[in-house]
């Protein structure tokens, strides 16, 4: 019995995240889940759904009224400067990208193409019509 709970010691505090300090596994085998330290609610959904739990204002989660205002202030940081860094990790890398507004072959491609659009007229395809042309009027007005 002492080694399942030293296992399971392990396994909440090997994870970086600060919300384990705040909640604890009902099931070692189990990491969805998670049990709150405070008012001891069970939630499905692992650490991301018992942080929703204890910082409160989500839709997923009720809020834990027993929680400190501490507790709550430092993993909605947390939360927030992680999505903060995934939003960054999105971002392009714009280095091998030359600068914008040098590109003197974009000019010449452009008065091409209206040099060719003024010579030529475009005519219209005729209209061939379907199946169902059948049962509708052209217009409601002809109708």
């Given amino acids: 019995m002492e080694s399942e709970a030293s296992t399971a010691a392990k396994t909440d505090n090997s994870n970086k995240d600060p919300a384990w300090k705040y909640v604890h596994l009902v099931n070692p085998n189990n990491r ?9 609610k069970v939630t499905k959904g692992g650490i991301f759904r018992a942080k929703q739990h204890l910082v409160g204002g989500f839709r997923n989660a009720t809020m834990c009224k027993k929680c400190p205002t501490h507790v709550r202030e430092e993993l909605q940081e947390y939360m927030q400067q ?30 091409i193409l209206r040099g060719s659009k003024g010579n030529s007229k475009v005519q219209k395809k005729a209209r061939t019509k379907g199946p169902i042309d059948l049962y509708f009027a052209k217009s409601a007005a002809k109708a």
Wanted: a negative charge.
């Fill in 32 to 40: 969805n889940d998670v049990a709150c330290n405070f008012c001891s």
């Fill in 82 to 111: 992680k999505a903060s860094a995934k939003t960054l990790d999105k971002l392009p890398d714009y280095e091998d990208v030359e600068i914008l507004g040098d590109d003197e072959d974009e000019d010449d491609v452009g008065t």
